[in-house]
């Protein structure tokens, strides 16, 4: 996998050094509606910026994955051994995968609803203070999340954009997940077990070639669950900027800010002393992360040479990353690396 994100990184690259000779960019005020919307040069994990035209529906799937190894107190690294010295196990390596099916549509050309269930794979590894390793393993659905994107400004014909998100998530996923009859521990778990709120705002300006981004989206967890606790709140703030090279390929960095908080209350089934992440207040972190996406889009009609009016085409993206800053409140598996892979078709009927 690390090969993977070196090549995303190289195509990144290459694809930049294609643009160096551009066209004079349009006057964004002749252009329509529509012919502004297809100018998004924007991946489909950005769902902040991921607007549709009114009458408009969209199928679309991200896989991604996490790799997190080692563990971390503050921005000290630990070693195994520092970590036994308090702790029965230590975590050595996690590795989180996650499919996201999507569904938005939407009903006018200020308003886009979208519908997400992600379908989760973790596995843990540990070791023991006496030498002794073995891992755990759990999937299943996590939870739903419902997001209502609203255009609420907009100048010169949508050039710029801002962008209200009112989304929240239900507890769908299970925070009862176990192995050999043990419940696993919190960052196992599928699920919060409880509702949540998801206020947003983005901002997207755009010119024919470029596009850029601000945006926030925080997770408000309201109430405690079933097992007697809360997970924290998080908070994320990231920029991007995406530059078009050609018709049907753009690229993208993006910085992102991330903070979450520690759990309130406890699942009295987990034993603090028995591993860091069965400890509630070693759980929270901040994390600022540097990723490149390559974004490809097949215009309808573009493989057939059939064109279907009802059919806007497809897109592909593909985005990589890694930690640049990261505090933990631990001892807590840092992360190493990240990788995403996704698709969309948008369309009417």
Known sequence: MRRAVCAVLLVWATAIGWAAEERPPKDLTELSLEELMNLDALSVDVLGTHTHLGGEWMLGYEFKRVSMTGNLDGTTRLSNRDVLKRFDVSPTHMLMEMHMPMLMYAPSDDVTLTAMVPYLRNIMDHVTREGARFNEKSDGIGDLELDGLITVYRRARWAHRLIIDAGGSAPTGSIDAKQDNMRLEYPMQLGSGTFALRPGLTYLGQTERWAWVAETVETIRVGKNGNGYRL????????????????????????????????????????????????????????VDLSFGVNLYLPQGMLTGHPDYNNKGLRFAIQAG???????????LGTDWFLSVGGSCTFTF
């Open 232 to 287: 924290g709140n998080q908070y994320r703030v990231d920029g991007r900027i995406a530059r078009k090279l050609t018709n049907w390929l753009s690229v993208s960095t993006q910085a992102e800010g991330r903070l979450w908080e520690n759990i309130h209350g406890a699942d009295p089934e987990l034993k603090i002393s028995d591993e860091p992440t069965k400890d509630p207040n070693a759980q929270g972190g901040k994390r």
């Open 322 to 332: 890694f930690p640049v800053y990261e505090s933990l409140d631990g001892p807590q």
